[in-house]
């Protein structure tokens, strides 16, 4: 959408609506294509403006060691760059986020009570380390670096020279493997004497992932300045990486500019530089549990929420989450309901998630049994976990209440097929 003409009257409507029925509304400021990423059910591409200029400069895309570019997202090398017809691409996420605010003043902090700010593919802060698109990667792949484009490696450069080695500054890790490949197939992410713990190794990725930190500062500065003062909360999303987080490496952490190793908390920088702007921290896969992943691979979700949860206690912000994919069984519900209640290590302190975002929608989720459990599982959030009420007495009221909105239901179905 063109941040020069933004098109608010479909917005203007559906927000209208959730207005009229008391509903809250988290607004996703979104600068990334959507499309092949896991879970992705649809194609929306980068405005034709920004394509324009991808195409005149390839270097805009993200790029790995072989040449392989990715559209999802401007490459945040050039940040701060006048790219995009005389503007830096910061400037227009700023510009857009503007727009939104100056067409939508009268509703925000009343109805619009969230502004979710965009920083990365899939609206995550991250590098698109691993694209499913054209079959690049597969889970549970180890992904790529993303540092090969011209501002990058300019900034690689930069910062091998400040360091006084300016031979680290010409590439990224040469050992580091394919998008397909496992920790221990390569010599940089392997654990016993893996290039990952070498000097060189930590002032790459020290490198890598402060670029990410700084281009997430970049764009909440500008949101913080947009938002201010007018009663709504910003939020981030950070991608929950759970595939080899069993390793010392972290090998698809480490690809995705997570700096999280067996030996160093990746997620506590994160959290700190959200902090700085009063953001809340919103966290994907809260609906896995170890034991559903594959064990060869040494996923960790479960273990993972749990770090990025006492990140956020330490760094005193507040933590949402949402599901990876999508999950209409109990056996999701209940893990999201006790991952969502921060139970962390039995201390009193222990606050709850602000928020926890179903997404997936679609119509499988309005099918008669699914959307039961559904009613049910959206009671018992309510009810948190200081409820004094049995799980059969809520269960019971969501039955009356699935039975009165059947028609609702069968609506929403068959629109969401068309």
Partial sequence: MSIYHLDAIPFQLLLEMAKRHGLKVQAVMSFHQCGGNVGDSCTVPLP????????????????????????????????????LKGRTPVQCYSDFMRA?????????????????????????????????????WRFPGIGAFQCYDKYMLSSLKAAAEAAGKPEWGSTGPTDAGEYNNWPEDTQFFRKEGGGWTSPYGEFFLTWYSQM????????????????????????????????????????????????????????????????????????????????????????????????????????GIPLAGENALPR????????????????????????????????????????PDNWRRFVAFVKKMKEGKSADRCWEEVEREAEHFVHVSQPLVQEAAVALMH
């Fill in 212 to 315: 990410l930190l700084d281009h997430g500062e970049r764009i909440l500065s500008s949101a913080k300045a947009t938002f201010e003062n007018i009663g709504v909360k910003i939020s981030v999303k950070i991608a929950g990486i759970h595939w080899h987080y069993g390793t010392r490496s972290h090998a698809p952490e480490l690809t995705a500019g997570y700096y999280n190793t067996r030996f160093r908390d990746g997620y506590l920088p994160i959290a700190r530089m959200l902090a700085r702007h009063g953001a809340i921290f919103n966290f994907t896969c809260i609906e896995m549990r170890d034991h559903e992943q594959p064990q060869d691979a040494l996923c960790a979700p479960e273990k993972l929420v749990r770090q990025v949860a006492l990140a956020t206690r330490e760094a």
């Fill in 100 to 136: 939104f605010r100056d067409n939508f003043k009268h509703l925000l902090g009343d109805t619009i009570v969230e502004i979710q700010v965009g920083m990365g593919p899939a609206g995550e802060l991250r590098y698109p380390s691993y694209p499913e698109q054209n079959g690049t």
């Fill in 328 to 367: 209409y069984d109990e056996y999701a519900h209940e893990q999201i309901l006790q991952a969502s209640s921060l139970n962390i290590d039995e201390s009193s302190d222990d606050k709850e998630m602000c928020a926890f975002t179903y997404l997936r929608m679609n119509p499988h989720l309005f099918q």
């Fill in 48 to 83: 034709k403006w920004v394509a324009e200029e991808v195409h005149k400069d390839q270097d805009l895309a993200y790029t790995d060691q072989w040449g392989r570019r990715n559209y999802e997202y401007v490459s945040l090398g050039c940040d701060s760059i006048p790219v």
